[in-house]
């Protein structure tokens, strides 16, 4: 099993996408690097690497969260679970590829992600 690679992404929910943003382009100096408007969502990438603040508006989803990018999560939850760890969602299918959320010993939510839907590289819109 291949363990975490990286922080993935900060996600954070906003009233106002546009505003918010304008916000972490001009004042915070992020880059927009994709934009899922089925979804809500948009990316900006940190300069000098690939790890991201996400800003959505989607009341379903946990404010703020976080993921951890792996190599394969279906590979990496079949591994957990053999190892006698829990896997509490997923694996399911996201834009990149697939995601999980898993729990530590002390039932801390542990989210991964891959990029297996983008052959393994992230894919941006500019």
Known sequence: ???????DCIMLRVSDLEASARFY?????LR????DTD????????????SEIVIHN?????NPS??????????????????GYRVVEG????????????EDPD???VDIIDLTGFNGKPRYDR
């Not at 792996?70 to 957990?80: A, G, K, L, P, Q």
Request: glycine share 16%.
């Open 1 to 7: 099993m291949g363990g975490l690679r990286k922080i």
């Open 39 to 50: 979804r809500g969502m948009i990316g900006f990438l940190f300069p000098g690497n690939d």
């Open 66 to 83: 976080y993921s951890f990018s792996v190599d394969d999560v279906t590979e990496f939850c079949n591994e957990y679970t053999n190892r």
């Open 107 to 109: 039932g801390n939510r």
């Open 25 to 29: 382009e001009d004042v915070m100096g």
């Open 91 to 102: 694996p399911f299918d996201v834009r990149t590829g697939k995601y999980a959320v898993l």
């Open 58 to 62: 989607d009341e379903g989803l946990p």
């Open 32 to 35: 927009r690097g994709w934009t």
